[in-house]
T-cell receptor, first 116, second 114 residues
Framework: AQSVAQPEDQVNVAEGNPLTVKCTYS??????LFWYVQYPNRGLQFLLK??????LVKGSYGFEAEFNKSQTSFHLKKPSALVSDSALYFC??????????????FGKGNQVVVIP | DSGVTQTPKHLITATGQRVTLRCSPR?????VYWYQQSLDQGLQFLIQ???????AKGNILERFSAQQFPDLHSELNLSSLELGDSALYFC?????????????FGPGTRLTVL
């Protein structure tokens, strides 16, 4: 089965500094990768996805992610973090085992804390 | 706002009871997914429907069942509830259920079993 790993539990960053949230994947075949963000007591909000093409994917709220096939990584980045970016971030991969099955396998999530 | 709606927002019930969670997908979306989020298990896929038919099953207990109706809304039924069923239940939808679809999530239903 396809899977993703988010190695860090929490990421602390000062406001205005670059933010990176790490994700590595394990798949057979082409990876379809996603990032979601969850604010307290809210649902998951879609940020961006990689399907094919350019390795640098741009998403919502100034976030981008870099797909690296050789390192099997899909790290989420933001050049300048805001306090409002403090939230739980999930990396996910489409878990393919039959046509039309579009389930997502999620990582454990990373808590991001942006310090004013 | 993703356009996916879920009711109720909160549900408190007792062990052994049965509850129904409801989800309305985004306008035009044919596929609905259910996920469970708990502290110990994280986000787990439960089941997927496409245009009224079950498409895929994940880690869904036999005490749980779901269906998607002709108007495309979906219901998740949880019966013989146990303390361990306390969790946040999310519904998501996508337009075709295809390989590259983005799933859009609702706000969730928080279930507390006492």
């Amino acid at each position: 089965a396809q899977s993703v790993a988010q190695p860090e539990d929490q990421v602390n960053v000062a406001e205005g500094n670059p933010l990176t949230v790490k994700c590595t994947y394990s798949v057979s075949g082409n990876p379809y990768l996603f990032w979601y963000v969850q604010y307290p007591n809210r649902g998951l909000q879609f940020l961006l996805k990689y399907i094919t093409g350019d390795n640098l994917v741009k998403g919502s709220y100034g976030f981008e992610a870099e797909f690296n096939k050789s390192q099997t990584s899909f790290h989420l980045k933001k050049p300048s973090a805001l306090v409002s970016d403090s939230a739980l971030y999930f990396c996910a991969v489409r878990d393919i085992f039959s046509y039309g099955n579009n389930r997502l396998a999620f990582g454990k999530g990373n808590q991001v804390v942006v310090i004013p | 706002d993703s356009g996916v709606t879920q009711t109720p927002k909160h549900l408190i019930t007792a062990t052994g009871q049965r509850v129904t969670l409801r989800c309305s997908p985004r306008s035009g979306d044919l596929s609905v997914y259910w996920y469970q989020q708990s502290l110990d298990q994280g986000l787990q896929f439960l089941i997927q429907y496409y245009n009224g038919e079950e498409r895929a099953k994940g880690n869904i207990l036999e005490r749980f069942s779901a269906q998607q109706f002709p108007d495309l809304h979906s219901e998740l039924n949880l019966s013989s509830l146990e303390l361990g069923d306390s969790a946040l239940y999310f519904c998501a939808s996508s337009d075709t259920g295809g390989d590259t679809d983005t799933q859009y999530f609702g706000p969730g239903t928080r279930l507390t079993v006492l």
